[in-house]
DNA sequence: TCACTTAGATAGTAATACTATCATTTAAGT
DNA sequence: ACTTAAATGATAGTATTACTATCTAAGTGA
């Protein structure tokens, strides 16, 4: 049993502290999937739980913290899952081929999460992630740590690109590529299909971004 | 002259037609860029403009549609710049060199066009954009041709990839990458430098995206 | 038992995202 | 010159959003 910790900013109180905060985490998670997270609203989350607006605020300042929450806590749980399944794994290709299967496989999450629905996070991850960011209030929020399971899980990957070759000088550009690439060629797969080849006349998603990290890194 | 001619579906009423159309296209880059787009409002613009939300509303159904609208704009702009500066090149390599430097360097626009600030809409094209399909409304957004300007863009510079290697499987998914991946990496340099390597000791986005291109397709 | 944490209930406010109506100006056709 | 239609402005109204504030009740722990 394992407790993902996420920076003490990201929150107003910590929902897994208590009953309600999980409630407000399990049940967010399917309503910004239902609704899509422009749709999404703190009223509506509350009726959902049987629950408040006004109780809700008390974890989060508002809904763009939450989401941040769940993405960072998303990505923290990405970087456990690379660490656990890359643990004496030496060969940092074979540590490539493990990260990059995370990014671009639907994740399958272990029983100790039992109350978060897997593949609804992937698919706000994969639609709604970049909404953390893309704001006019990114700097202050980076300041608060909004961003840090992001940046370590960026380097993580990028410390093993470097060991496969120490003179490329873009690893952390080349991963951040990669996986916000995995996150809009799966969105383009789906809704877009012009704009990729992937899922097409078996073309594959993670076959796309192996061959273009390792022929880049050589 | 040249004239960009939109999809009908885009607008409710063509704001190139009129002056009041043509205030709003100009007053809302400036607008969006300086308080983001969560911030925008036809009321904001309305004001700014000696105008009323009532008569913005005659021109776009929303936010969004006023949005897509700058966004297709763009897209469109950048193509016709493709061909105009490609014409009577036949290497594809050089005719790629042309796309990635558009895609990576700060546009410069011509007199045609003084009614908009290029590098505000670029700033906008690179923090926005995704907010255009990142939606649930985007099947119905696409049916109506939203994002065929785009869409364009892709398969016209996926077929110039097609000339420097027929054999690669994965032209528009590459492509899409390159563009979505500038604008990350562009956003990241000034907001998350931790992220990416560009902007650091001399490394450049167009060198990091020509490196890769030209490395992954052989 | 007292203090404290937690959450439910309710109310209120300013702003947002529209929709509707009506009057006025302007431009275009006969 | 007269008529009509299109374009805009002015104003009002509505439901919802994104909060903030206050008050009460229940439960917990020392």
Redesign the interface.
Known sequence: MIQITLNEKIFVKDPLDTELGKRIIFSSINLIDE??F??FTFKKLGSKINSTEASIYRYFTNKNQLLSYLISWYWSWLHYQLIFQTNNINDPQQCFRIALRLFTEPIQMDDSFKHVDEQALHRIVV??S??A????E??KD?KDGY?SS??RL??AVADIVRKMNPSY??????V??VI??AH??A??AE??P?????NQ?G?SLEE?FS??VL??I?
Chains 1, 2 share one sequence.
Do not use: C, I, W
């Open positions: 609704l899509g422009e749709a639609s709604e970049s909404k960011y893309l704001r006019k990114v700097d980076n961003h992001y940046k960026v380097k000088p873009y690893a952390e550009s080349l951040s590529t916000e690439g809009h060629q969105f383009f809704h877009l012009t704009l990729t080849n992937v006349s073309n796309f061959q273009l022929k880049t050589q």
